[in-house]
């Protein structure tokens, strides 16, 4: 089988994605399509149609992962290709879509020109991988590593007090746990960069080398609150001070490290204009590819709000919600990915995740890598999220070489 | 007449406080009494009918301010006494209660005694001094001279979307213009301190000077949204970031000058753990005696987030959202003030107030002063809020001698 002159039909892809990108559309560029809402059900069916008419055999898991094998010459462990079709509320069209949809065009692609191969290929749409609705993210991929228990997901409930299970039973996609998938040659996803460095590099595709390691904290000052025409500044426990000036310094020892981070959410209370804040509520988010640089700076960015906070006489609560080590994926995937991304005369930058992603789970029971497509200004989780058509062609046609070579392979290293 | 003899009856004080603590009452020590609702309406119902088995004339104008008038011998101007009986949400039981309801007692005072005075004694409720529920706070105060149209008021809406103009009428109290207080002789409100200075001079009571000037902004800060995982620190427009190094500088620019600078209400969005923040807006409350420290300070502000902004590539709007300067209140009363609480051995403190109060708007038409209760830790506009009754009694006491001495005199400065 030769697939270089073999090249993805990009106008069915287009028609494909835009299909998609009017299902639960915002503001004319956005999708609103959070796990197991009308709008994934609606998705879904349609994804489930695609899937039959292509040939595929559709599976559903316990989860509602989706799955769609092609089979092989052999009946082996398949080579795994796709992502997830959920979104951010008020995010982009591209995100993990362009990642599923791609797999189905691979499909597609070797059904036009009959392109056999030794192994089963099966695409698999993830639920719930974003975490916007249902805490937290990752939860489908990481509940097939049994990193999250079927009691876990099922009882996760949205801000309307909605459970995961009765929603996935409503959308109609509770699946069987004998579906779930087990066996794995590869895997393989695809998804758009999500920052900037790809563009900037001039680089036409991202070989992910792994997911850089991420910590995350909240934390809870308590200070006292008073009326702000009365307290003088030196008696004041004012609870937003201590957390602008721990703010303020950790964003300054950040400088010169290879280090990320980030305080998303932000909360004051009682929050009225003239009263002395009593409580903030910070979130913050820790990320290097390097476990010793993150754990080391985590320690010294706890002494330093712990410094701050007794310095200035309020109470600080600094509580540990998410411990995510750095994950490497696999060389000889790696490899292969870089191989063809040659081969195709295109220019690939090999880089680290700074976002979490499916396959970090499934890294753990499958050799396992992914594939960037750049993000115009690094945009994502926003409905100016955006990549371009020559970008998604040529990781396209990247990904069906890799997918190919990988579906006729004995072992990953030959 | 010789009232040095003539004490107020706390007892009888004491039952009114603990009616008026039971209407809006909330978590055992509280007060939920905003204005112009359910509570305000029946805490106002209930003062009218003291107020007219006291034999007071009673009055409500057209922002509902309710007057009592106790005749004098002359048909002269009268000395006006009084405060509010709205509340903060979860607000305490003191505030400007404190100031209506011993007005009301040095009024049951007179008349158990059967002391006559020169002029009128009239007791005021202003409506809306807190603004918690309808924005501006003083308003009906304001109104009163010509601060605010009758439109404006009428117009302001809540959160709900409700127009004062129509819970006025609502809960009844819809009076007329003709009602409106206009020539007063003196105006002496008393207040519980809000903050920690009495307390911690061991003063009995404070003779206020004037109001601090005070100055609100409200600050949007605009930066570029992105992943947390994928941009790296350089490349980032974080507001969060920016507002964090502002606040804090802001804060460190207040050590050494007799300013006050809160930030009370902080939001953020999008709002995500894993999202950097587009934007920020916060409120920025700076308050000072003395109006040319204060200007300079507020340019020098200015220029400092601006720098901030302009250095981090984000946008910044800072809009003035209150202007007010400093009162300084009629030293003739003052003087007043001052030699009864000698003559009844008080200790007194001459201070600011660090809190707007009626008394700001009303001293542009009136000689106006008032005598603050000491606040127990310096808390206010919250239900641990407390004054003891050995200060309410002494402030009882002397405001009925002041109340007295004023009634009696021609003019201010014999």
């Known amino acids: 089988m030769n697939t270089n002159s073999v090249t993805i039909d990009f106008k069915r892809f287009k ?28 998705m879904r069916d ?42 951010q509320p008020f995010g982009g069209r591209y995100d993990g879509i362009v990642g599923v949809l791609l797999s189905l065009e691979v499909i597609r692609t070797l059904n036009d020109n009959d392109i056999k191969t030794k192994r089963p290929i099966e695409i698999v749409n993830f639920t719930n991988e974003e975490g916007a609705r249902f805490k937290p993210p990752m939860m489908a991929s990481g509940f097939l590593v049994q990193q999250f228990s079927q009691d876990f997901v099922y009882s996760r409930i949205d801000t309307d007090g909605l459970r995961f299970g009765d929603q ?22 695809v998804h758009i960069e999500q920052g900037p460095k790809l563009e900037q590099t001039g680089s036409d595709i991202g070989v992910v080398k792994g997911i850089q390691g991420m910590n995350w904290f909240e934390i809870t000052i308590n200070g006292h609150s008073n009326h702000a025409g009365s307290t003088p500044m030196h008696l004041r426990k004012d609870a ?8 303020h310094k950790l964003e300054q020892k950040t400088a010169d490290q290879s280090l990320l981070l980030t305080i ?5 209370s009682p929050g009225s204009v003239n009263v002395i804040p009593e409580q903030v509520k910070f979130s913050l988010d820790i990320r290097s590819d390097n476990d010793t640089v993150r754990n080391t700076f985590i320690n010294e960015v ?9 310095r200035r006489e309020a109470q600080i609560d600094i509580q540990d919600t998410w411990t995510s080590p750095t994950v490497n994926f696999d060389p000889a995937l790696l490899d ?31 050799p396992t890598a992914m594939i960037f497509t750049p993000s115009v200004n690094g945009i994502s989780h926003d409905i100016s999220e955006y990549t371009t058509d020559d970008d998604i062609y040529n990781c396209g046609n990247l990904y069906l070489g890799v997918v190919c070579e990988l579906a006729n392979r004995d072992k990953l290293t030959e």
Chains 1, 2 share one sequence.
Not at 46 to 68: H, S
């Open 264 to 268: 998303g959410k932000f909360e004051t």
């Open 302 to 310: 706890k002494t330093e709000m712990k410094e701050i906070s007794r």
């Open 168 to 189: 996935l039973e409503r959308i109609g996609y509770k699946g069987s746990p004998e579906n779930r998938i087990k066996d794995i040659h590869s895997f393989v996803e």
């Open 336 to 366: 292969i990915i870089d191989y063809n991304s040659k081969k195709l005369g295109l220019k690939s930058l090999n880089l680290m995740s700074g976002a979490g992603h499916d396959a970090r789970y499934i890294s753990e029971i499958a």
């Open 240 to 247: 937003l001070m201590a957390a602008a000036e721990m703010i």
């Open 15 to 42: 028609q494909t994605l835009e299909s998609s990108s009017d299902i639960g559309k915002v503001k004319d560029t956005g999708l609103y399509r959070l796990a197991l809402s009308d709008e994934d059900k609606k």
């Open 46 to 87: 349609l994804f489930k149609k695609w899937m039959e008419a292509d040939g595929l055999n559709v599976r559903i898991d316990d989860a509602g992962n989706m799955y769609g094998r092609r089979k092989g010459e052999q009946d082996l462990p398949p080579v795994l290709i796709g992502s997830h079709l959920d979104t």
